[in-house]
């Protein structure tokens, strides 16, 4: 069974930082592809950010330059750094985690946290 750690998610001013952090387990699962997605209220889901395993990154126009994805692969653990956060980064921050199993690979979603920018 996978499971997803969220974590770092809260209430920050305009200007502020946050940092995410995602940690992926699962006995007999490798895990390839991680990243986040965001929805706000009345839209729909979008990337963030993803790396890969060997870590070439992603971004959204909308946050290149102000965040930034690592990760550790020996924790299984991506991070997500976000500097100058303005209102409009307020949403849902959902991790997803590209899993191979024994037979197939499939997309794992985490439970999502919540990040709010606002003065």
């Known amino acids: 069974q996978v499971q997803l750690v969220e974590s770092g998610g809260g209430l920050v001013q305009p200007g502020g930082s946050l940092r995410l952090s995602c940690a992926a387990s699962?006995?007999?699962?490798?895990?390839?592809?991680m990243g986040w997605h965001r929805q706000a209220p009345g839209k729909q889901r979008e990337l963030v950010a993803d790396i890969s395993s060997g870590g070439s990154t992603n971004y959204a126009a909308s946050v290149k330059g102000r965040f930034t994805i690592s990760r550790d692969n020996a924790k299984n653990t991506a991070y997500l750094q976000m500097n100058s956060l303005k209102p409009e980064d307020t949403a849902v921050y959902y991790c997803?985690?590209?899993?191979?199993?024994?037979?197939?690979?499939?997309?794992?979603w985490g439970q999502g946290t919540q990040v709010t920018v606002s003065s």
């Open positions: 699962g006995s007999g699962f490798r895990f390839y592809a």
């Open positions: 997803l985690v590209r899993v191979a199993g024994h037979v197939d690979e499939f997309d794992y």
